[in-house]
């Protein structure tokens, strides 16, 4: 290779160089090792006959499908069965005293329990030793043939030390078959990190949480989020801040939208023909905490003066100009945090909870003019209403992704376990597939659909190590790639943060805004930027 040849090549990579480094040439992540507790081998317990008091447990034999209790079985007992089906079943009769159960477990755990119902109604108290309220669990209806079986997720990583399980009866009872519990084990695994993190909005004594963002046509990065005093008070209202300088530097936050009460969950999305839109919800749940009526005496006053909901609602803000000005809020029949995606056909869709006939439906309602009007496009799934004992899921804060060929995603948090549950559809999102759960742990969660297609699904991870979790699936949603997960943080101080939202850049990146917390400090908002 002639000198000439070598200097113009040298010069080539020179003036390329800029470009290249802009586009990136690795994916922005690095391995680190993190220490964290992880799920153990399930203990699947059932040694009900350890029970104490001893007198008021009887063991059955089963004779030709019966259960045989004996000579003169007492009219209130508790009864251990072995009908073949399973290997042993505690059932009450009568009015018992309350049974104490020791399992003998010092480590912190997951606590499952294995039930049956077999009539309307059927339910049991239990507790922890050291607890003073039992936990009322009541089954899905059953009938005498139409049995039904079912594992309620009680409680999620409980210290064991010392404590012991107590039963109580409550006249309907209810089958125990059996109590899993999953112990908590330290743990070491090697995960991908983010190089490159910025902080878009923090400032001591205030909080922000909730955030969203998008790129717009002019390549401005607009993040949107929560600011108040608190997780709930009512002063919190709605805030934005721009870079132009593809995330590098942000402006002070201006506000968008501020009412005398609550404003929470906003989110923000560019269409393809350049409008930009910001969805929030305003809620008055303060109101319920009478500490927090008290501390803000005057916009408590204000409420009951205006009337309590007066301000409550879903709504969307419009804007045509960049994100300059913006219309009068426009009311959403549904609401979830990440807000409305632009459809194959460039409608709004947006996937939420609503109480219908008595029960919460995760529906899909659709908007042909930017939120004006909409009308309903499909149900999901439905459950029990919000705030009923937890014996089923409750499927909340959904999320909806289109596909190619007509398929779509929708994926919900649920507080029963904490893992993702998700529904399939072929017909664009109009008919669904029965929720199911994926192994992914964290919540809420939002899905970014990548330029190849890969889905990235990112949440938050509010156990310890507390923080921000991502991973990718390259079949659609089928499966997800937990071996190659990203931790874009986890040193969070607990477990108020997360609410992560994704964007593919023009540029190729991926950016993931979240809010994020360290011991002792105040919430704020932060990105990542990465190529996963």
């Not at 360290?518 to 990542?528: R, S, T």
Request: charged fraction near 25%; hydrophobic fraction near 35%.
């Amino acid at each position: 290779m002639s000198k000439w040849l070598k200097l113009a090549l040298i010069g080539i990579a020179v003036a390329l160089w800029p470009w290249v480094s802009a586009m990136g040439s690795d994916s922005g992540l690095s391995e680190q090792v993190i220490e964290y507790v992880s799920e153990g081998q399930p203990i699947l317990w059932r040694d009900f006959e350890k029970g104490q008091p001893a007198d008021a447990l009887r063991t059955g034999k089963e004779v030709e499908g019966k259960t045989d209790w004996g000579a003169n079985p007492p009219t209130s007992f508790w009864g251990i069965r072995q009908p073949g089906w399973t290997p042993k079943l505690l059932n009450a009769f009568g009015a018992p005293p309350d049974l104490t159960l020791d399992p003998g477990l010092r480590e912190p755990c997951d606590v499952h329990l294995g039930l049956r119902s077999v009539t309307p109604s059927m339910s049991l108290g239990i507790k922890l030793s050291s607890e003073p309220d039992f936990t009322i669990v009541t089954a899905p209806a059953a009938t005498p043939t139409r049995h039904f079986d079912f594992e309620f997720h009680w409680k999620h990583r409980v210290p064991m030390a010392g404590e012991k399980l107590v039963v109580r009866a409550l006249g309907k009872p209810l089958y125990l078959q059996y109590v899993r519990f999953v112990p908590y084990v330290p743990a070491k695994a090697t995960r991908r990190v983010p190089e490159q993190r910025v902080t878009v909005m923090q400032e001591k004594g205030r909080h922000f949480a909730f955030p969203g963002v998008a790129e717009l046509q002019n390549g401005d990065l607009l993040v949107v989020c929560r600011e108040g005093d608190g997780h709930v008070c009512p002063r919190g209202r709605i805030v934005m801040s721009r870079s132009t300088d593809r995330g590098k530097t942000w402006s002070p936050r201006e506000v968008i939208h501020d009412s005398p009460s609550d404003e929470r969950d906003p989110a923000i999305l560019c269409l393809r023909d350049g409008t930009a839109l910001i969805s929030f919800c305003t809620w008055d749940s303060w109101r319920r905490e009478p500490s927090l009526c008290a501390k803000y005496a005057q916009e408590t006053a204000r409420m009951e003066k205006d009337g309590w909901g007066k301000y409550s609602g879903n709504w969307i803000v419009v804007s045509r100009d960049n994100g300059k000005s913006w219309t009068a809020p426009r009311r959403s029949p549904v609401f979830s945090p990440h807000g409305p995606v632009e459809g194959p056909d460039a409608a709004l869709y947006w996937v939420g909870e609503r109480t219908v006939e008595g029960r919460t439906a995760v529906e899909i309602h659709r908007s042909a003019d930017l939120g004006q009007t909409w009308t309903r496009h499909s149900e999901v799934a439905y459950c029990r209403p919000y705030g009923q004992p937890l014996t089923w899921e409750y499927w909340d804060e959904p999320h909806l992704v289109f596909l190619p060929g007509g398929k779509a995603i929708c994926t919900m948090r649920v507080e029963v376990d904490g893992y993702v549950r998700h529904s399939y559809s072929r017909d664009d999102g109009k008919t669904w597939s029965w929720p199911k759960k994926l192994p992914v742990w964290g919540f809420p969660q939002q899905i970014c659909r990548l330029a190849d297609g890969r889905l990235l699904m990112a949440y938050g991870y509010r156990r310890e190590p507390h923080g921000i979790r991502a991973c990718l699936s390259s079949d659609e949603g089928r499966t997800w790639d937990l071996s190659r997960e990203i931790v874009l943080r986890h040193e969070g101080g607990h477990g108020d943060l997360g609410y992560p939202y994704s964007i593919q850049l023009k540029d190729g990146r991926v950016f993931t805004v979240y809010y994020y917390n360290h011991k002792g400090g105040d919430c704020y908002i932060e990105g990542a930027f990465y190529r996963p």
